[in-house]
């Protein structure tokens, strides 16, 4: 009896050792470095309508988990197998896999930065968000389009691009077009304080037109220092009921962004954003205009100048004038720079 009861302990002491070994083996798989990468960090990317099998085949790819079946087991464990979350997520460098687990689990994901800025088009910013974030180009198209979506926000498809605040900001990956839109109704809200909107009355100027007239303050000059004082000019022209005579709503119309230099016959263009032969804002922004521009119309410079012109220079300021016959001076030099320089269109 004595001996089969220390054959019995013998065998107990076996096996609490095997469960011992087993046990520090799974801890060490468990809370041990899974993740292993030559780079500080990977990102995982897990799409919409991905299953559990498709997150352990890319978390094996990046080298995020060397044990796939340890993995699962883990997974099956703390219930996450069943409960995939789409994201983008960042994985350190010998990241644990119960921290690995945890993280997803929770849905824990990194925010993408998105900046955007010198937009001309919609058309421009869709392809930026597509390229950033999980929907593509053309779902973020179709939305940005949308009479629908641009009349429930209380824009037409003319200054529905005046919606939208040019700066840096974080989303996550998994952003809808439509959360897109519900955030940036925020952002407008917000940028749109007390203090802008008194200085927009002030001016008898609506945010949109604020923000149209702020488009074609952006295209006429790269000298921010000028901004204030263009728009002083074009407010001017507004109040005494002449026509703004800018020729980037001319370029707008003309579908010719890009020529350097507006011809005579260009002026007779039969188009709303004519500001040649139309009086008043055209119909809506030319391009959606910095902050900086906002702010430059809301703070513009009070002078009597109706008239400026680009240096002869071609440095990018403008010269400012009171009266036409001194801005034909400035016009003619800047004409024959042009000339000298080949500038033709």
Known sequence: MAKRGRIAGVSALVVLLVVGLGGCWAWKKVTGPAAVF????KVLYIPRGADFEQVVDSLSRIGAIQDPTAFRWLCERKNYASKVKPGRYRIPNGMSMNALVNMLRSGEQEPVRVTFSTIKRLPELAGKLGRTLEPDSLAFVHALTDREVQHKAGYSAETFIAFFVPNTYEFWWTTTPEQFIERMAMEHAAFWSTDRM???????????EVSTL????????????DAPKIAGVYLNRLRIGMPLQADPTLKFALGLDSISRVLHKDLEVASPYNTYRNTGLPPGPINMPET?????V???EKHDYLYFCARADLSGYSDFAKTY???LVYA????????????MR
């Open 298 to 300: 809301l703070n513009a």
């Open 332 to 343: 003619r030099k800047y004409q024959r720079a042009l000339n000298e320089r080949g500038i």
């Open 198 to 208: 008194t200085k927009a009355q002030a001016l008898k100027l609506s945010p949109t």
């Open 214 to 225: 702020a488009s074609i303050v952006q295209a006429e000059t790269v000298k921010r220092v």
């Open 292 to 296: 900086s521009m906002i702010d430059a």
């Open 325 to 327: 016959e001194q801005h």
């Open 38 to 41: 030559k780079e500080e960090s």
